[in-house]
């Protein structure tokens, strides 16, 4: 049982490139998410998925695209990179509420760290 | 007045002591309090969860959450250097994990 997976760990990119992070999880989770982590500000949520095929705006989704095609899997996409996305990069997936457990904990990925130069 | 206010430290104890880290709110929706602990370099991963007010205690830490004063305490009892790490609290209503806030987390340092 992996848990949930990202990839990559760490990447360097320049100013307007584009990239794709990918996240995987087999815990057969309903919710996944993907957030930010930047020194003196917390974790900060950027987009979310409840299901396969639906994502929805977190709290900064600005600058970031994802998908959910297959219920395992969110991506979350860099389409001009700029420096001030660089940061630690977390996917985190949970049950939906009820489907499982009333906790909706969140497991986290192991993170990917993103500079932009 | 922000959501979540955590105290980000750094909090630096002797191996032993007993560590109490705190987080206020200001949003009386919130049902379930959790604490996540984030070794460096690493995801957060879930410590301890309540649910509603009261205590939970699991081995050496201790979980309270006071509804009425809008205030949770994680206590740690017997420190050890394996404790060191980052703490954030995490608090949410109704709903799945979309709706969590988190504190910004307060980093532990254990000296042997």
């Known amino acids: 049982n992996a848990g949930v997976t990202q990839t990559p760990k760490f990447r360097v990119l320049k100013t307007g490139q584009s990239m794709t992070l990918l996240c995987a999880q087999d815990?057969?989770?309903?919710?996944m998410y993907w957030y930010r982590q930047d020194p003196g500000m917390g974790l900060r949520l950027i987009h979310y998925s409840v299901g396969e095929g639906t994502t929805a705006k977190g709290e900064v989704p600005d600058g970031y695209n994802v998908s959910r095609l297959k219920k395992q899997n969110f991506l979350l996409g860099l389409e001009s990179a700029a420096p001030s996305q660089t940061s630690v990069y977390f996917c985190?997936?949970?049950?939906?509420?009820?489907?499982?457990?009333?906790?909706?904990?969140?497991?986290f990925g192991q993170g990917t760290r993103l500079t932009v130069v | 007045q922000k959501e979540v206010e955590q105290d980000p430290g750094p909090l630096s104890v002797p191996e032993g002591a007993i560590v109490s880290l705190n987080c206020t709110y200001s949003?009386?929706?919130?049902?379930?309090f959790m604490w996540y602990r984030q070794y460096s370099r690493k995801g957060p991963e879930l410590l301890m969860y309540t649910y509603s007010s009261g205590n939970k205690e699991d081995g050496r830490f201790t979980a309270q959450v006071d509804k009425s004063s809008k205030y949770i305490s994680l206590f740690i009892r017997d420190s050890q250097p394996s404790d060191s790490a980052t703490y954030l609290c995490?608090?949410?209503?109704?709903?799945?994990?979309?709706?969590?806030?988190f504190g910004k987390g307060t980093k532990l340092t254990v000296n042997p």
């Open positions: 949003n009386s929706a919130f049902q379930y």
């Open positions: 815990m057969n989770h309903e919710y």
């Open positions: 985190a997936s949970s049950y939906r509420p009820g489907q499982a457990t009333l906790n909706t904990e969140a497991f």
């Open positions: 995490a608090m949410g209503g109704r709903g799945g994990s979309e709706k969590l806030v």
